[in-house]
């Protein structure tokens, strides 16, 4: 059985208390368009149609993520639809066990009918876009990310990515840029980019929710695609030689290559705060494949699959929004949930002991 939020959509913002309601079935773009009408803000995405519920109970990266914290980071109440059927008000004083599991435990313990979520006030307008460069330039611009992103501002979203498109056009490597702070200190944060010289395509001042939709197109649909993800404790010479030289081209399918930063105010949250546990992470590594829905899959999943056997050893866990489900094995969830993961199961044990909802990272109630 399939249950379908997609019909239970609203928002509802109040500018005076900062607060914004959202329901279940929401897409992020519209949290977005109506924050944003009152210079108001919070955590979510990079892909306005993506779902607020899957988006946030995995924990939620976006472009201001290193400057408010994560979605999580910003949710303040949940209602959750048990495995009993009954309906649950949780907050940090009310049912804290059960707010502290789905800030990261995914769909393990309910269905979120509303979220409610702490709002920023922020400037409309940014520094955004792409930072392009031939992808020969790869090894370079990986390496300036891996010097640079530790030390960089809270207000700076810098996400480097890798792309070899399908059909043998060239391949590009760059960084998608959002720069939420003063409009003129842009330049100056961004100098250490330009000493790369001329990019292909560079960033401009933007609308923040014109940015937010910018990736709707390029995001794949109506494209079979397959995704390994993995937190990156360094982008370390080692990590950046076996990205740069194994990467390939294929005439059938697009790859990319992508990292989601942490760092700011997401790491300066301790593990066990949330059930998300990857708060140490210079960021969350992607690696993608995507080709025609008719196309044979066998091929493409066996190549990614197989580069990812050198990639992994520099990874800890993975992001459960991202990864996989052959990624979802016991052994690896217990990876990945660390040091939460006692807690997560005597949580799951309490709300749903005969594991009702198990399509998903699963934390199985013992």
Sequence with gaps: MMIDLSPFRSVHIDPVARRARVTGGSLLGQLDHDAMSFDLVTTMG??????????????GFGRVGRRFGLAIDNLTAVDVVGADGQLRRATADLEPDLFWGVRGGGGNFGIVTNFEFRLHPMQRQVVGGNIVYPISRAREVLSLYADYMPDAPDELDLSPFMALPSGGEPGVVGFGVCWSGPAGQAERVLAPMRRLGTPLADVEPMDYVALQRSGDISDPRARASYLKSGFLPELSADLITALVEGLEGHPNRSTIMFIQP????????ANDATAFSHRDA?????????????????????????????????????????????????????????GNLARLVRIKRRYDPDNLFRLNANIAPG
Excluded: C, K
Excluded at 46 to 59: C, D, I, K, N, Y
Excluded at 263 to 269: D, E, K, L, M, P
Excluded at 292 to 305: G, K, S, V
């Design 46 to 59: 990079t892909v306005s149609h993506t779902g607020v519920g899957g988006l946030v109970t995995g924990g």
């Design 262 to 269: 942490g760092g700011g105010a997401v790491g300066r949250i």
């Design 282 to 338: 210079l960021g969350n590594l992607g690696i993608g494949v995507d080709w025609a829905a008719n196309d044979d899959p066998a091929a493409h999943i066996a190549w990614i699959r197989e580069f990812w056997t050198n990639i992994e050893p520099f990874t800890q866990g993975f992001y459960s929004n991202d990864g996989a489900p052959d990624m979802y094995t016991d052994s690896a969830i217990a990876r990945n949930y660390r």
